[in-house]
């Protein structure tokens, strides 16, 4: 994937180097001075280096924590809620690509993401697209219609070889360009296939799972006082009961992300399975609590 190139359309200056946690809370803290509009708050994120928040040092990037990317989706959920499901949709996509395909193929997809490019996933529900092989490329045929439009630079997707071996596709924006709505084949060059690590997936929907209460907490604190200081209208206590059990519960599967991305002996799938599962429930309560 060291070949991998896009034209792009956007002439982006370079982002800052992303170096520390500091450094992403002060960024993170001048969102309030942002237009709340998606394409602004999204190309700010990008410029301050946080689109790369989670890159591994080992990459160039700075390997902040999990429960740093919450609050950062929480930030940007605060002033555009399209803004935060693109951001979302983009750090599911690099987990994914953590322990997916060779060395140099993640080292590919992490510089355009130290650029500033933004990723995105199309969801966990989509079955793996089969492919054929069409010399030293990939034919791989798939409705338009399961490629999001959140003004990605590249899209993820699940895929299987013509082994059948799981793995993962990426493709440009540029390639989709002409893609017609019905189903067509598109042809992938072989180096933008990368087989699925172990545990990527599982740890894809965990961190997905996290990022989604994230913006759950961010509407209920949108809910929670007007622009003057005063309560809005059908405030109730549980908005503060369900944001701190929220925050509570997000730190904890968050934490355990960042232990099993490290190797931590401490943590196991066990722990994660069990954690997402009362925080996929506790987001779902807090949710219909508030009609959301």
């Known amino acids: 994937m060291g070949t991998i190139t896009q034209i792009s359309e956007k002439l982006r200056p370079v982002p800052q180097q992303l170096v520390s946690e500091d450094q992403a809370r002060v960024s993170i803290s001048d969102l309030a001075a942002i237009p709340a509009e998606p394409t602004a708050l999204l190309e700010f994120i990008s410029k301050r280096g946080l689109l790369a928040i989670s890159v591994p040092d080992d990459f160039?990037?700075?390997?902040?924590?999990?429960?740093?990317?919450?609050?950062?989706?929480?930030?940007?959920?605060?002033?555009?809620?399209?803004?935060?499901?693109?951001?979302?949709?983009?750090?599911?996509?690099?987990?994914?690509?953590?322990?997916?395909g060779s060395v140099e193929q993640r080292r590919a997809i992490y510089?355009?993401?130290?650029?500033?490019e933004r990723l995105a996933h199309v969801g966990f529900d989509l079955p793996d697209i089969?492919?054929?092989?069409?010399?030293?490329?990939?034919?791989?045929?798939?409705?338009?219609s399961a490629v999001p439009s959140l003004e990605q630079d590249w899209t993820i997707l699940p895929l299987l070889n013509p082994d059948g071996r799981r793995g993962i596709?990426?493709?440009?924006?540029?390639s989709l360009r002409p893609f017609p709505e019905t189903a067509s084949t598109l042809r992938l060059a072989g180096d933008h296939f990368l087989l699925l690590g172990e545990s990527a997936e599982r740890l894809a929907t965990a961190l997905g799972v996290v990022l989604d209460a994230a913006m759950t907490r961010a509407f209920l604190c949108s809910a929670k006082a007007g622009e003057d200081g005063f309560q809005l209208p059908g405030r109730t206590d549980a908005d503060d009961v369900w944001n701190e059990l929220l925050g509570a519960m997000i730190t904890r599967l968050a934490?355990?992300?960042?232990?099993?991305?490290?190797?931590?002996?401490?943590?196991?799938?066990?722990?994660?399975?069990?954690?997402?599962?009362?925080?996929?429930?506790?987001?779902?309560r807090a949710r219909e609590g508030r009609a959301f």
């Open 255 to 284: 934490g355990i992300i960042d232990g099993l991305q490290v190797g931590a002996t401490t943590v196991n799938m066990s722990k994660l399975e069990t954690a997402e599962a009362a925080l996929r429930a506790l987001n779902l």
């Open 169 to 174: 596709a990426i493709l440009s924006a540029e």
């Open 111 to 116: 510089s355009r993401v130290l650029l500033g």
């Open 60 to 100: 160039g990037g700075a390997d902040l924590s999990n429960e740093l990317m919450a609050d950062l989706l929480m930030a940007i959920a605060e002033r555009s809620a399209l803004a935060a499901v693109r951001a979302a949709s983009h750090f599911v996509a690099l987990e994914l690509v953590r322990t997916s």
């Open 130 to 144: 089969e492919s054929l092989a069409d010399g030293l490329a990939l034919g791989i045929s798939l409705p338009r």
